[in-house]
C-alpha cells in the first residue's frame, strides 16, 4: 500500500520527513532510506535545498501499535512551489511530470496534506523564540481569507482527482508557531492507545481549535465521503505531534 504525501512550496514537507526518518525511540520508524541518505538528497550544509521539479522518493515505514506493527510504503512527492496550483504554468509546462503525480495519487491508498497555518493563527511570543526571527508576514503565511480560499482549493482538487483515495490527512504544521506544543502534546499523547479512544473525538478537538475557519467546508466535503478526512497538528519540533498522523494510518490501512 502507497499513501502520498503532498503540499504547497515552504510548509515543511521536507522537514517532516527527514524528522520522521531521524533515528529516535518512537512509535514510528523509517526503515529505508536511512536518515543520511535522505540529508544527502535533500540537504547541503544542512540546510534544505528548494525544489524545482518533481521528485518522488519511496520510503518504507514502521509503525508500532498497541498489539502489532504495521509496515506501509509512503511516496513522498517534493514538488516546485507552483505544481499544485490550480491551473498553474507549472502543469502547462510539465504535462509528463504532472500526468504521473496525478497518477501516484489516484492509486494512492492514502493522502497526506501539510499545509502551512494562517497569519491570524500564529502567536506573537511563539515567534519571538526564533533566532531566524520569523515575522508574521512571510511568505508561507498567508492571510486567514486566503488561507480559507487555498483550503477550498485543495478541497476542490481532492473531488477531483482524490475520489478513490481511502483516507486523507490534512495536517496543518509548523504547531510550535501557533500553540503550546508540550502541552498539546501531553493531552493528545496515548489517547489512541485506549480501547475506547475514538478518532473521531480526536478530530473534533483539533476541528474546533485549530480548523474553526473551515468547518463548514469540511462538513459539506465529509458529507459525501464514505470516509471523512482526518486532521492533525504537526511539526518537527514535537515527536509526540510528528508521529500521531503516522499511527493513525497504521491502524486504518
Avoid at 206 to 221: A, C, G, Q, R, T
Amino acid at each position: 500500500m502507497s499513501i502520498v504525501v503532498i503540499g504547497d512550496q515552504g510548509v515543511g514537507k521536507t522537514t517532516l520527513m527527514l524528522e520522521l526518518a531521524r533515528p529516535s525511540n518512537g512509535n514510528v520508524q523509517v526503515i529505508s532510506p536511512s536518515f543520511d541518505e535522505l540529508k544527502n538528497d535533500f540537504m547541503i550544509n544542512n540546510q534544505i535545498v528548494p525544489t524545482d521539479d518533481v521528485y518522488q522518493t519511496a520510503l518504507k515505514v514502521k509503525v508500532n501499535l498497541p498489539s502489532y506493527f504495521k509496515e506501509f510504503e509512503v511516496n513522498w512527492i517534493d514538488t516546485a512551489g507552483e505544481a499544485w496550483k490550480p491551473h498553474s504554468q507549472w502543469q502547462i509546462a510539465h504535462p509528463s511530470e504532472w500526468t504521473d503525480t496525478l497518477e501516484a495519487l489516484r492509486t494512492s491508498q492514502g493522502l497526506i496534506l501539510i499545509m502551512a497555518p494562517h497569519r491570524s493563527l500564529l502567536r506573537e511570543d511563539l515567534l519571538e523564540k526564533y533566532p531566524e526571527q520569523i515575522a508574521r508576514n512571510d511568505s508561507r503565511f498567508r492571510t486567514k481569507k486566503q488561507w480559507q480560499e487555498r483550503f477550498k482549493e485543495w478541497i476542490a482538487f481532492f473531488e477531483l482527482h482524490c475520489s478513490k483515495v481511502n483516507q486523507i490527512l490534512i495536517c496543518l504544521n509548523m504547531a510550535d508557531l501557533f500553540c503550546d506544543i508540550d502541552t498539546t502534546a501531553t493531552n493528545l499523547k496515548q489517547d489512541y492507545l485506549y480501547s475506547n479512544f475514538k478518532w473521531y473525538n480526536y478530530k473534533e478537538r483539533i476541528l474546533l481549535d485549530f480548523f474553526s475557519d473551515v468547518i463548514d467546508i469540511i462538513d459539506k466535503y465529509d458529507y459525501n465521503r464514505s470516509l471523512p478526512i482526518q486532521l492533525f497538528v504537526t511539526t518537527y519540533r514535537n515527536r509526540t505531534l510528528l508521529e500521531i498522523p503516522w499511527i493513525y494510518l497504521g491502524g486504518y490501512l
